[in-house]
């Protein structure tokens, strides 16, 4: 049985005033929190690239769990669409050095965005199942900072940096159930990178989320033979304040189920899910979880987690 045995972040120590960029839009401190939901982003510092804080994370996650040594890792999956330099190499390849993993460790990239975390579990475990390894790192890391216009405010205001890193292997705290994916690419223009500044449509975003994300998470549910009833937790991408409690509020009343902290690092992509994993549910007495992603491509998963015994 092959499940989540650990999670461990690295949050950059730099951070952005969000009340301070707010104003110069012409936004108060209510605004901000009631719309974007943090009052601080999270930065990377200029020496920083995209694999240092994914090591900063595996570094943090070895640390965690000592059971976890490094020579013992056999696979590294790491979620980015903002790697190193221009992308090649691969990323995952750069973290695997400087994290000092074996030279036998498979590495390989996944290239989503905030959907990337339950995306990202479901590959890992098929391909430790089908290549018969047994200890894993999923690494989330995508520091938008490097493709932010901070004159836009439908962009500058939301994102944070951020990397976590989850152990999968067996014995595992929390087991991965029944999981549906989606993707709708006629939506493709509402979140991208247009000349090196990534561009978002908050509306259309907003849209879709309403449209597609309860709805998968009632369905998945059902595959696990539960409902709201029976889950403890309902843990989705924090996109941003606003989106988490409509939501929240299309959830009815089980929409007091659904966490939202955007633990004052801000929109941090693939990283928020297992970001509130790490925070709430590790300590928590929940038997079972649903998590939701969605955001670039259009994409979007959902999943249902259960505590191993």
């Known amino acids: ?12 120590a730099g951070r952005i005033d969000n009340l301070a960029q707010a104003a110069l839009f ?3 401190e209510a605004f901000v929190m009631a719309k974007i939901g943090t009052r601080t982003l999270a930065v990377k510092g200029p020496d920083e690239e995209t694999s240092d804080l994914g090591v900063a994370a595996i570094r943090n996650l070895l640390n965690a769990n000592p059971a976890l040594r490094v ?3 056999d696979a590294l999956v790491v979620v980015t669409q903002n790697g190193d330099a221009e992308g090649l190499p691969h990323t995952s390849a750069i973290v695997q050095h400087k994290a000092g993993l074996p030279t036998s460790t498979a590495s390989f990239d996944i290239a989503l965005g905030c959907s990337g975390f339950v995306y990202g579990l479901y590959v890992l475990k098929g391909f430790m199942q089908a290549a018969n390894l047994k200890n894993g790192i999923l690494v989330t890391v995508d ?3 490097k493709h932010i216009n901070h004159a836009d405010r439908a962009t500058a205001l939301l994102f944070g940096d951020a990397a976590t890193a989850t152990w999968i292997g067996e014995d595992p705290l929390w087991t991965l159930g029944p999981v549906r994916f989606g993707t709708d690419g006629s939506g493709a223009e509402h979140l991208s990178r247009q000349d090196g500044l990534f ?3 908050g509306r259309e975003v907003l849209d879709f989320a309403n449209a597609r994300v309860v709805p998968q998470i009632k369905e998945v549910l059902e595959m696990a033979g539960q409902t709201l009833d029976t889950v403890d937790a ?3 991408h924090q996109g941003s304040a606003t989106i988490v409690d409509l939501l929240a509020r299309n959830l009815g009343e089980h929409g007091h189920k659904v966490i939202k902290d955007l633990c004052e690092v801000g929109n941090t992509v693939s990283s928020t899910v297992p970001l509130l994993l790490e925070r709430h549910a590790a300590e928590s007495n929940w038997s079972s979880l649903v998590l939701s992603g969605f955001g ?7 999943a249902v987690l259960q505590r191993n015994g």
């Open 71 to 73: 020579e013992n890792i």
């Open 26 to 28: 012409e936004r108060d």
């Open 234 to 236: 309902i843990l989705l």
């Open 199 to 201: 561009r978002m449509n």
């Open 296 to 302: 670039v491509g259009l994409s979007w998963g959902a």
């Open 143 to 145: 520091p938008y900072s």
């Open 1 to 12: 049985m092959i499940g989540i045995k650990g999670i461990a972040s690295y949050i950059p």
